[in-house]
């Protein structure tokens, strides 16, 4: 039997990557148009637990965009030391705003994310049944900075960076 705070931890890690499949989508959502960002695309970075505890975590996504570019569906896997998770999700996005659903299936989790998007940057919010996180994503070039705030959780923040492949 899992302990409260493990079972935490996973519901933090999974709505992150469900965050993080979002982000592909997100990046460009304030330029007007998705289609850029359709492809594979692969990173990795760090979940830092409230105690001080860092564990590095890998993710790869495969996206798929709509002729107008302005929606989007992922499938997201990622795995860190302790947990694995597989997502698919899907954004719109319309006049710089973004909204969007994830359905993790390894461990039947599900929510919506919202937010606004520029060119520059992207600030949203997720939210999955009790848990909810805030999210900035700064694209350059052909890769993506995403940091990932939650509330009330043992994790305080993840970094991760994607890049196109």
Not at 26 to 48: C, E, F, K, Y
């Amino acid at each position: 039997m899992q302990t409260n705070n493990s079972m935490t931890y996973g519901k933090t890690i999974v709505v992150a990557a469900a965050m993080l499949g979002m982000t592909a989508g997100a990046a460009n959502a304030g330029s007007g148009t998705l289609s850029r960002l359709a492809g594979s695309w692969s990173g990795g970075g760090t979940v830092m637990m409230a105690d001080g505890q860092v564990e590095r975590i890998r993710c790869r996504a495969e996206a798929d965009v709509t002729d107008r570019g302005d929606s989007m569906r992922q499938h997201l896997r990622c795995a860190s030391d302790s947990y694995n998770f597989d997502i698919q999700d899907q954004v719109t996005a319309r006049g710089g705003e973004i909204t969007g659903n994830w359905d993790e299936t390894t461990h039947n989790l599900n929510g919506q994310i919202s937010g606004t998007a520029s060119p520059e940057r992207v600030q949203a919010r997720v939210d999955g049944g009790s848990f909810s996180a805030d999210v900035v994503m700064v694209p350059r070039g052909n890769s993506l900075r995403v940091t990932l705030d939650p509330q009330g959780s043992d994790v305080r923040q993840v970094e991760v960076m994607l890049r196109r492949i």
